[in-house]
Protein backbone atom coordinates (compact mmCIF):
# COMPACT_ATOMS: atom_id res chain seq x y z
CA UNK A 1 0.00 0.00 0.00
CA UNK A 2 2.97 2.46 0.73
CA UNK A 3 4.29 1.66 -2.75
CA UNK A 4 1.01 2.54 -4.25
CA UNK A 5 0.71 5.53 -2.40
CA UNK A 6 4.04 6.71 -3.50
CA UNK A 7 3.96 5.93 -6.66
CA UNK A 8 0.73 8.37 -7.71
CA UNK A 9 2.42 10.71 -5.47
CA UNK A 10 5.37 10.98 -7.94
CA UNK A 11 3.11 10.82 -10.84
CA UNK A 12 1.35 13.33 -8.90
CA UNK A 13 3.98 15.54 -8.81
CA UNK A 14 5.42 14.85 -12.22
CA UNK A 15 2.19 15.72 -13.95
CA UNK A 16 2.26 19.29 -12.23
CA UNK A 17 6.02 19.70 -12.63
CA UNK A 18 4.76 19.25 -16.59
CA UNK A 19 2.09 21.54 -16.29
CA UNK A 20 3.78 24.40 -15.14
CA UNK A 21 6.72 23.69 -17.60
CA UNK A 22 4.16 24.32 -20.36
CA UNK A 23 2.83 27.85 -18.43
CA UNK A 24 6.23 28.33 -19.02
CA UNK A 25 6.43 28.18 -22.00
CA UNK A 26 3.70 29.69 -23.17
CA UNK A 27 4.29 32.70 -21.09
CA UNK A 28 7.18 33.45 -22.95
CA UNK A 29 5.66 32.67 -26.60
CA UNK A 30 2.73 35.22 -25.29
CA UNK A 31 5.58 37.60 -24.10
CA UNK A 32 7.77 37.38 -27.33
CA UNK A 33 4.83 37.45 -29.41
CA UNK A 34 2.10 39.68 -28.09
CA UNK A 35 1.17 41.95 -31.17
CA UNK A 36 0.84 39.22 -33.17
CA UNK A 37 -1.35 37.28 -30.75
CA UNK A 38 -3.86 40.11 -30.99
CA UNK A 39 -3.40 40.78 -34.52
CA UNK A 40 -3.45 36.99 -35.79
CA UNK A 41 -4.74 34.61 -32.61
CA UNK A 42 -6.76 37.26 -30.72
CA UNK A 43 -10.12 34.70 -30.97
CA UNK A 44 -7.23 31.42 -29.59
CA UNK A 45 -7.30 31.33 -25.76
CA UNK A 46 -4.14 30.34 -25.27
CA UNK A 47 -3.50 26.90 -23.31
CA UNK A 48 -2.88 23.37 -24.80
CA UNK A 49 -0.73 24.33 -27.41
CA UNK A 50 -3.50 26.27 -29.20
CA UNK A 51 -1.91 29.92 -29.09
CA UNK A 52 1.38 27.86 -30.46
CA UNK A 53 0.01 25.97 -33.26
CA UNK A 54 -2.40 29.81 -34.24
CA UNK A 55 1.00 31.08 -34.22
CA UNK A 56 2.25 28.56 -36.36
CA UNK A 57 0.27 28.96 -39.17
CA UNK A 58 0.92 32.26 -39.24
CA UNK A 59 4.90 32.08 -39.49
CA UNK A 60 5.64 33.59 -42.50
CA UNK A 61 4.27 36.95 -40.96
CA UNK A 62 5.59 37.02 -37.73
CA UNK A 63 8.13 39.23 -36.38
CA UNK A 64 11.81 37.73 -35.98
CA UNK A 65 11.51 37.65 -32.02
CA UNK A 66 8.14 36.34 -32.28
CA UNK A 67 9.49 33.51 -34.96
CA UNK A 68 12.47 32.51 -32.93
CA UNK A 69 10.08 32.16 -30.12
CA UNK A 70 7.78 30.10 -31.80
CA UNK A 71 10.57 27.93 -33.48
CA UNK A 72 12.30 27.10 -30.06
CA UNK A 73 9.71 25.59 -27.95
Known amino acids: ?3 RTA ?3 VLLIAGVAG ?3 A ?3 ETEVLAACTSEYVQFCSNVTPGRGRLK ?3 RSNISRLSAACKAQVQQN
Do not use: F
Request: hydrophobic share 55%; glycine share 0%.
Open 23 to 25: QDE
Open 7 to 9: LLS
Open 1 to 3: MVT
Open 53 to 55: KCL
Open 19 to 21: AAI
